[in-house]
C-alpha cells in the first residue's frame, strides 16, 4: 500500500501562511480522492479539503477562501495552501487517499497558530 508523509508543518503567527505537503510513497494518479484532515485537541477530526482525480475539490466551510488543495501527480504529491491562519486552525494535519488498495493515511504534521 502506498505511504503517505506530511511536512510543512510548524508555528506561524495569525493571519500568516503556510504550505503543507503530503508525499506519497507510490502513484497518486489512481488515488481519488486524495484528502486533507485535521484534528484539534479534545475535538473530532474533520474534513479540510479534498481533491478527486480530474481536479475538482471540495471545502469544509470554515476553509473557503483562505485554504487550497491541489496535486501534482507527477510529483506525487498533494498541497494545502493556507493562508490567512487563524488560531482555530491549530491542529495536526493529516493527508489520505483511496486506493484500491482501501485508505492510506499520513502520520500528520502539527500546525500552530499563535495569537
Known amino acids: 500500500q502506498v505511504q503517505l508523509v506530511e511536512s510543512g508543518g510548524g508555528l506561524v503567527q495569525a493571519g500568516g501562511s503556510l504550505r503543507l505537503s503530503c508525499a506519497a510513497s507510490?502513484?497518486?494518479?489512481?488515488?481519488?480522492?486524495m484528502g486533507w484532515y485535521r484534528q484539534a485537541p479534545g475535538k473530532q477530526r474533520e474534513l479540510v479539503a479534498e481533491?478527486?482525480?480530474?481536479?475538482?475539490?471540495n471545502y469544509a466551510d470554515s476553509m473557503k477562501g483562505r485554504f487550497t488543495i491541489s496535486r501534482d501527480n507527477a510529483k506525487n504529491t498533494v498541497y494545502l495552501q493556507m493562508n490567512s491562519l487563524k488560531p482555530e486552525d491549530t491542529a495536526v494535519y493529516s493527508c489520505?487517499?483511496?486506493?484500491?488498495?482501501?485508505?492510506?493515511w499520513g502520520q500528520g504534521t502539527q500546525v500552530t497558530v499563535s495569537s
Open positions: 481533491i478527486r482525480s480530474g481536479g475538482s475539490t
Open positions: 507510490g502513484s497518486i494518479t489512481s488515488m481519488n480522492p
Open positions: 489520505n487517499g483511496l486506493s484500491r488498495d482501501g485508505w492510506a
